[in-house]
Each structure stands twice: as C-alpha cells, then as structure tokens.
C-alpha cells in the first residue's frame, strides 16, 4: 500500500527530532504551552488544547468527524483514520487521531507538519519546540536559522498530497491494461468509460450452479462480459479502460484508482450473483441488480456487499488494502459528490436490462462496495445475474446472451452520459 509507505516515511521525517514533553504556541502576545502526549507510544496533542492556542474551535461533527476550524484554515479528520483533508487534498498522517477518555488526540505531525504546510501562518521551530505564528506577507522575517523547516514529504508523494485526483504510476496495480484508445489529445473530447471485470486469479468469485458439479465461475462470465462491453463501447467512439483483460487478480482499491489515475468519466464494475445460502432455497434466486455506492440498507443489501467485499482476502503484500483508510475518506468526502450521478447511472443501467434478461428486475440498490468506494467518478455495480441458478448460470454463459447484455449496458452508458452532458451543459 503506497499511503501507508508514504506515511511511515513521513513520520521518520517529523520524528527525527526529540519529542518535547510540551510544545509552546507563539501567536503576537499570546503564549500557550501545549502538551505532548505519548498514547499508544506515539506523541500526541490533544487537540481542543492546540486548537485553542491556535484561536480556532474544534468541531465535532456525527460519525466520528471532526473540523479544526482555525483562522487560516479548515481541517476536516475522522477519529481513526489515518488521512486528514484541508479541501480537497489528501493529507497522509503518521497514525490515526484517536480518542482516549472522551478527547480527540491527534499525531505530533500536526504541530511539526500538517499546521505549517497545509494551514499555514505558523512556522515550527524544532529546537525551541515552539509553534509560532507569523505574517505572511512578511514571511522574510521568520527566516531565521534555528527555524527548521517542516519535514518535506518525499516527492513522490506529491500527487497524493496536493492533487488527489491524480494518482501517482506506483499507486496503480501491476497489470492494468488500457484498451486501445485514441492520441491523448482527443482526452478531452472522449468520454472515458472504465470497465472493471470482477474478481480474477485466485479469487474466483461466486462459483455455481448449486445443485450440480460446479462449472460456472463468476471470474470468467464477468471477464467475458465485460470484453464485449469494452468493444462495443469502442465501436461507439467512446475510450475504454479495462482494469483487467486477463485471469489476474487486481485488488479492489487499486480497480478505482486505475480509473482515477485515468481520469475515468464513469466505471461500471461487472459481476454475478449468489445467495447467501447454500440450498435448494437459494438455488432459485434469480434476476439482476444495480448498485450505486452508499450504506448497504438491506439485509439483502448488506449480504451482496460482503460477498463481493470478500475480495480483499485474496489480496497479499503491497496490493492488501484491508480497510483502506484514504478509500474511508474518499467514499465520506469525494464519492459524495457522483452519489447522485451514480444513482442515475445505475437506474439507466438496470432500467435498460429489461429488455434483455429474462428477469426477475430486482432493481436499483446501494452497498458499500470497496471497488466502487475509490472511484472519483459516477460508478456502479452492475449484478448481472445469479450464477448459482442452474438456468441464470445457462443464461449468462452463452455468448450471444453475453453480447446481448454487454449491448444494452453500452447503451445506457452512452445514454446517461448524452443526459449527463447536456444536463452539465446546460447549466454552463
Ligand atoms: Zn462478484
């Protein structure tokens, strides 16, 4: 995980120097000794203490959110979650603000960093451990020798610092594949519609029918399926990205961020469905699905979210993103701003399937997908099918129902996205 790479080297930069047991905030007259906390052996302030000394208020907001409203500036962090926003950047924190004893406590770097970089008006004097606050038409004045500069993050974690929306090549997995697209100076005339195929490699997804030896794997009909939208979206102008064209397995947070790195304009990921419960029962579930992201509201809801959130234990090494915290806050703070455009999308999407599948409708729902949470774009899960069905299993094997399928998901997509353009256009 290059977020949490990137943190650890943040935090042996600001760490370097010896932790003070208080820290001195300098603002004109005023003068507030803050104390520093070890919890969990790591140095904290608490922070309605150095929000205080900074004259701003501490906001604290439903699930666990909190703001730092200080004159300079806004912070926006959740307690547990190692990232912090200032707008729209991403910060990557040394660990996590926590609460202890009904208090916010947030990492040192927040003195020694995320103040002076991101906040500004406050230099940090490392020696003196003071935090003091300076003119910043003036800044000249502050340049003085024993003032050590805040730690500066590695360059190559600039993009993520200060452009969220573009990832840096290392973020992306190790084998995505971009489908032949246009010179990227068309970019911006073309749409670009980035097509996740579900599971892959060792992780096989749903495996059916129940009832009969198992010849239906979810990795494949998604593969298949998903090719065939790919082409028709092609022979239709529009760009395409596939975040994988092979058995492979590509862990689910990096499936959004090859859209994002892309700038993908919408993401459709593409899987099959399942039961809960292994029985005759379960065997007769059939029908399709669209998911747009949001909380999962129904049991039935909730169970297809962890079945395909299940994902993540296939994923080892530097793609394990279990719980990826900067995925939390993109779905809190960014996804947000698609949820409506992504309900659109999936009512488009699913509305459209009617006149293909052979049903039941079981219409639009909201889960909270890990592969749609890091997406910066409009995004929906699309369940095509139950492969645990014996006739659905039939029905979505054969090819010619596949390119049926991928035909009509291509239309919507090219329908919302005319909608969506003049909508957008309209309002300009
Ligand atoms: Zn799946």
Not at 56 to 70: C, D, E, K, P, S
Not at 122 to 143: I, T
Not at 189 to 197: Q, S
């Amino acid at each position: 995980m290059i977020a949490l790479f990137l943190a650890l080297q943040i935090g042996s930069a600001a760490m370097s120097a010896p932790i003070p047991t208080f820290i001195v905030v300098r603002n004109g007259g005023n003068v507030t000794s803050v104390p520093v906390t070890i919890t969990g052996g790591e140095a904290t302030v608490r922070a309605d203490v150095l929000v205080r000394a900074l004259k701003g208020i501490l906001i604290t907001g439903t699930n666990l959110h909190y703001t730092l409203a200080l004159p300079q500036g806004r912070v926006d962090l959740i307690d547990g979650i190692p990232f912090a926003k200032r707008d729209t950047v991403t910060i990557p924190l040394t660990r996590s603000p926590q609460v202890h004893g009904g208090q916010l406590y947030l990492p040192f770097q927040f003195v020694t960093d995320v103040i002076p970089r991101y906040i500004g008006g406050y230099v940090y004097d490392s020696p003196q451990a003071e935090l003091r606050a300076f003119d910043p038409n003036s800044a000249g004045r502050v340049a003085s020798s024993a003032i050590t500069p805040a730690p500066r993050q590695p360059a190559s974690s600039t993009a993520v610092a200060s452009a969220p929306r573009s990832v840096p090549e290392s973020v992306k997995a190790p084998t995505p594949t971009p489908a032949p697209r246009a010179a990227t100076a068309s970019r911006r005339t073309r749409k670009l519609v980035v097509i996740d195929a579900g599971h892959g490699g060792p992780d096989t997804g749903m495996r059916g029918p129940i009832g009969t030896p198992i010849w239906f794997v979810e990795k494949d009909v998604t593969l298949s399926v998903a090719k065939k939208l790919a082409a028709v979206l092609e022979a239709r102008g529009m760009d395409v990205l596939m975040t994988r064209t092979t058995d492979t397995l590509i862990a689910l947070y990096d499936r959004g961020r090859i859209a994002n790195a892309n700038h993908g304009d919408v993401f459709i990921s593409i899987h099959c469905n399942a039961p809960g419960s292994n029985t005759a029962a379960g065997a007769r579930e059939r029908g399709f699905e669209t998911y747009f992201l949001a909380e999962a509201k129904t049991e039935d809801e909730r169970r297809v979210q962890d079945m395909e959130n299940e994902s993540v234990k296939f994923e080892t090494g530097a793609n394990a993103a279990k719980g990826d915290p900067l995925s939390f806050i993109i779905t809190d703070m960014a996804q947000n701003e698609h949820l409506r455009e992504s309900s659109d999308l999936a009512e488009t999407i699913q509305t459209g399937m009617i006149d293909v599948h052979p049903g039941p409708n079981r219409g639009v729902q909201q889960a909270n997908f890990a592969v749609l949470r890091g997406s910066y774009m409009p995004a929906v899960l699309v369940e095509i099918g139950f492969g645990s069905n014996q006739s659905e299993a039939a029905f979505l094997s054969d090819q010619a129902n596949q390119r049926a399928l991928a035909r009509n998901i291509a239309e919507s997509v090219l329908a919302y996205l005319g909608h969506y353009e003049s909508r957008v256009g309209a309002q300009r």
